[in-house]
């Protein structure tokens, strides 16, 4: 097995405060820049598991750099330079309390949640007959709240959100059309790769401009999922499960073991062999959705390594 980071401790100059999210460690510098670090940690159903996967941080990192890049002339975001793997240096942002999700086909969540029964999901209605993995008439948008580490997050209405004063209306507003943007702009993409975006998720801040850009990450398997587009219509028509790049399988994987992260669950014990199975769909994932081969940071000693590069860079602005 690899070396992972699994967290960190950094003390970088003028360092004013950390935060450690599910995946992201976030450091703020000088009240001026922020400095986030893509760890190896899995997190699925809102647990993080016990074990990091080998080169997820780096994955996560350098897709969602380079969407951001692929994006930025569409929706501004926060991102200022990536020195190092697994890092991100960008602009302070104070973060929206909502995920902005947004979803093409009925798969993972809202499939479930249509298969217990609902027909209403985020206050948007859904049609009678879908089948698993349908294609949606039309994108919808399905907001989830931000919770703290620890708690779930909870699926939530536009309506809601303006009524608890959660996001003004005119900042909703802003966020939607983002959100419809990004999903637009990220399934071509997708399609160019000869794969489908189902659904993901987006996160926004407001600088201390007042400006809303993109945050955090940007069409990563944690926050996506991928279909591939080739025998797609026949495996609808044949009912057949769709062939998938996301963390979708390691979902599946722990309901099958009997874990959805429900009190009194345990997280059921992964082995090497199977957390290098991990490892290697998030490569190929990586491999599929920027058309190039995956190129493994030096992970001798990852902290080290972080820290030179990061301590380089804030020497330089």
């Given at each position: 097995m690899s070396n992972t980071i699994t967290q960190t401790n950094f003390k970088f100059p003028n360092q004013k405060s950390v935060y450690h999210g599910k995946v992201r460690e976030v450091y703020t510098i000088a009240d001026q820049v922020l400095v986030m670090v893509a760890t190896d940690r899995l997190s699925a159903f809102d647990v993080i598991m016990p074990k990091g996967i080998p080169y997820k941080g780096q994955i996560l990192n350098q897709i969602a750099t380079r969407f951001m890049q692929m994006t930025e002339d569409i929706v501004p975001n926060w991102l200022i330079a990536s020195p190092d793997p697994n890092v991100a240096l960008g602009h302070i942002c104070e973060p929206f309390k909502v995920e902005?999700?947004?979803?093409?086909?009925?798969?993972?969540h809202a499939a479930r949640e249509y298969a217990a029964g609902k027909r209403v999901l985020c206050g948007v209605a859904l049609a009678e007959g879908l089948k698993e993995n349908d294609r949606l008439p039309q994108p919808i948008i399905t907001p989830s709240t931000k919770e703290d580490l620890g708690l779930h997050d909870e699926d939530i209405s536009r309506e809601d959100i303006l009524a608890r004063g959660i996001v003004s209306e005119e900042d909703y507003l802003v966020l939607e059309a983002y959100t419809r943007a990004l999903y637009q702009r990220g399934s071509e993409i997708a399609a160019e790769r000869g794969l489908i975006l189902v659904d993901t998720k987006y996160e926004f801040g407001k600088t201390k401009e007042g400006k809303i850009v993109l945050i955090d990450e940007i069409h990563t398997p944690d926050s996506s999922r991928y279909f591939y587009a080739?025998?797609?219509?026949?495996?609808?028509?044949?009912?057949?499960?769709q062939k998938q790049l996301s963390k979708e399988f390691v979902r599946q994987w722990l309901i099958s073991h009997g874990f959805q992260g429900k009190e009194g669950q345990q997280v059921p014990e992964m082995s090497d062999e199977y957390i290098q199975t991990i490892s290697e769909r998030?490569?190929?994932l990586y491999e599929h959705i920027l058309g190039e081969p995956f190129v493994k940071a030096d992970v001798q000693d990852i902290n080290q390594r972080i820290e030179t590069n990061v301590l380089a860079f804030l020497a330089t602005i």
């Amino acid at each position: 097995m690899s070396n992972t980071i699994t967290q960190t401790n950094f003390k970088f100059p003028n360092q004013k405060s950390v935060y450690h999210g599910k995946v992201r460690e976030v450091y703020t510098i000088a009240d001026q820049v922020l400095v986030m670090v893509a760890t190896d940690r899995l997190s699925a159903f809102d647990v993080i598991m016990p074990k990091g996967i080998p080169y997820k941080g780096q994955i996560l990192n350098q897709i969602a750099t380079r969407f951001m890049q692929m994006t930025e002339d569409i929706v501004p975001n926060w991102l200022i330079a990536s020195p190092d793997p697994n890092v991100a240096l960008g602009h302070i942002c104070e973060p929206f309390k909502v995920e902005m999700v947004i979803r093409g086909y009925l798969a993972g969540h809202a499939a479930r949640e249509y298969a217990a029964g609902k027909r209403v999901l985020c206050g948007v209605a859904l049609a009678e007959g879908l089948k698993e993995n349908d294609r949606l008439p039309q994108p919808i948008i399905t907001p989830s709240t931000k919770e703290d580490l620890g708690l779930h997050d909870e699926d939530i209405s536009r309506e809601d959100i303006l009524a608890r004063g959660i996001v003004s209306e005119e900042d909703y507003l802003v966020l939607e059309a983002y959100t419809r943007a990004l999903y637009q702009r990220g399934s071509e993409i997708a399609a160019e790769r000869g794969l489908i975006l189902v659904d993901t998720k987006y996160e926004f801040g407001k600088t201390k401009e007042g400006k809303i850009v993109l945050i955090d990450e940007i069409h990563t398997p944690d926050s996506s999922r991928y279909f591939y587009a080739e025998g797609y219509e026949e495996r609808q028509a044949k009912e057949e499960p769709q062939k998938q790049l996301s963390k979708e399988f390691v979902r599946q994987w722990l309901i099958s073991h009997g874990f959805q992260g429900k009190e009194g669950q345990q997280v059921p014990e992964m082995s090497d062999e199977y957390i290098q199975t991990i490892s290697e769909r998030y490569i190929e994932l990586y491999e599929h959705i920027l058309g190039e081969p995956f190129v493994k940071a030096d992970v001798q000693d990852i902290n080290q390594r972080i820290e030179t590069n990061v301590l380089a860079f804030l020497a330089t602005i």
